[in-house]
T-cell receptor
Framework: DAKTTQPTSMDCAEGRAANLPCNHS???????VYWYRQIHSQGPQYIIH???NNETNEMASLIITEDRKSSTLILPHATLRDTAVYYC??????????????FGTGTRLQVTL | DGGITQSPKYLFRKEGQNVTLSCEQN?????MYWYRQDPGQGLRLIYY???????QKGDIAEGYSVSREKKESFPLTVTSAQKNPTAFYLC????????????FGPGTRLLVL
């Protein structure tokens, strides 16, 4: 699976949009981009994933550049509850086999009043 | 409610003892996984299983053992051969439908006394 690079930490004011970047310049054509987050001392929580088109769900939006070498996770209106470590993961998806995930150190997002 | 349960939340072990961490899921998922997380680090895969009575080593399997006798259960034993067992242990499960995401349990924090 391709390696990802994320900033170590970011701050965001409550109510503002949080834009978390991820670089995955060695991504292959069959690799998806996944985002998870981990609130302190809890298990990671799935947020969103995509292949090449932008995606949106009730939690966030995922913007993938046309060359797929980078992506941005957008939390449109950050709240204090969004304070967490955010992991960007790229992986090949194979139907019928286990979906192993490779976690880096992620971005620690601190949402402040 | 469907989900993954891990018990206990905290576990203390004396050096030289084996200890077993429980993981149960009622999501009817075929695949189950065990990860280890050290402070300030991402998750690392210990073992995974795609089907009952079958499991595969992950990236850091030495000093650990698992069993998969039932679809819903995937216990992890931390043996005395694991030299640095103090960590946060996370269990996850997923379907084998390709793009399906992994769902994580709340984790067990193991401390060696």
């Amino acid at each position: 699976d391709a390696k990802t690079t994320q900033p170590t930490s970011m701050d965001c004011a409550e109510g503002r949009a949080a834009n978390l970047p991820c670089n995955h310049s060695t991504i292959s054509g069959n690799e998806y981009v996944y985002w998870y987050r981990q609130i302190h001392s809890q298990g990671p929580q799935y947020i969103i994933h995509g292949l090449k088109n932008n995606e949106t769900n009730e939690m966030a939006s995922l913007i993938i550049t046309e060359d797929r070498k980078s992506s941005t996770l957008i939390l449109p209106h950050a709240t204090l509850r969004d304070t967490a470590v955010y992991y960007c993961i790229v992986r090949v998806v194979n139907t019928g086999t286990a979906s192993k995930l490779t976690f880096g150190t992620g971005t620690r997002l601190q949402v402040t009043l | 409610d469907g989900g993954i349960t891990q018990s206990p939340k905290y576990l203390f072990r004396k050096e030289g003892q084996n200890v077993t961490l429980s993981c149960e899921q009622n999501l009817n998922h075929d695949a189950m996984y065990w990860y280890r997380q050290d402070p300030g680090q991402g998750l690392r895969l210990i073992y995974y299983s795609q089907i009952v009575n079958d499991f595969q080593k992950g990236d850091i399997a030495e000093g650990y053992s698992v069993s998969r006798e039932k679809k819903e259960s995937f216990p992890l034993t931390v043996t005395s051969a694991q030299k640095n067992p103090t960590a946060f242990y996370l269990c996850a499960s997923s379907t084998l439908a390709g793009r399906e995401t992994q769902y994580f349990g709340p984790g067990t924090r193991l401390l060696v006394l």
